[in-house]
T-cell receptor
């Protein structure tokens, strides 16, 4: 199993550009989520999905869109990048045995918005 | 409100010293889960341990041990005989199982530096 994979590893954008951060998992997990990590703030939930076709907002959803057309993939879209979106983005997935199960994280995508 | 506090922003020790990373949490839920993750310099997040609110037994895994005390809402992590490879940022997290699909509330992290 590859686990949770994310692409790209690093991206530089100009303000106003759009892009999609890719996330995939091969563990057949129904639950997937996106977090952003900022210095001194730990990780904060952006969006999550409890299964294909079902998504919902987390703590900091503004400026981001998600969709979940398959169990495996959960892309995160930045519609119009802003410098405040400079961050490290982590995708995670979790087995379906309950909400207290462990979330496993991908390697992260480091995004710089100029 | 749900909250996790890691008051130690940075800790520096010399190899072979023992070190304890503190984690204090707040929740009104009676059922909850606590986690520790390690983030080495390479940047990935590595799962270390999961503990539910009904299991207060301390756990030991090699040089790592965890002390969970509901009375003080703490879930502290001790590394015995630290090694340079233990240098990383360590995050404590609380799972909100009744909200937002079970999102994780993270502390701010403690950066541990182990010097040879």
């Amino acid at each position: 199993n590859a686990g949770v994979t994310q692409t790209p590893k690093f991206q530089v954008l100009k303000t106003g550009q759009s892009m999609t951060l890719q996330c995939a998992q091969d563990m057949n997990h129904e639950y997937m989520s996106w977090y952003r990590q900022d210095p001194g703030m730990g990780l904060r939930l952006i969006h999550y999905s409890v299964g294909a076709g079902i998504t919902d907002q987390g703590e900091v959803p503004n400026g981001y869109n998600v969709s979940r057309s398959t169990t495996e993939d959960f892309p995160l879209r930045l519609l119009s990048a802003a410098p405040s979106q400079t961050s490290v983005y982590f995708c995670a997935s979790r087995p379906d045995r309950g909400r207290g199960e462990t979330q496993y994280f991908g390697p992260g995508t480091r995004l710089l918005v100029l | 409100a749900q909250k996790v506090t890691q008051a130690q922003t940075e800790i520096s020790v010399v190899e072979k010293e023992d070190v304890t990373l503190d984690c204090v949490y707040e929740t009104r839920d009676t059922t909850y889960y606590l986690f520790w993750y390690k983030q080495p310099p390479s940047g990935e997040l590595v799962f270390l341990i999961r503990r539910n609110s009904f299991d207060e037994q301390n756990e030991i895994s090699g040089r790592y041990s965890w002390n969970f005390q509901k009375s003080t809402s703490s879930f502290n992590f001790t590394i015995t005989a630290s090694q340079v490879v233990d240098s990383a940022v360590y995050f404590c997290a609380l799972a909100m199982i009744y909200n937002q699909g079970g999102k994780l509330i993270f502390g701010q992290g403690t950066e541990l530096s182990v010097k040879p």
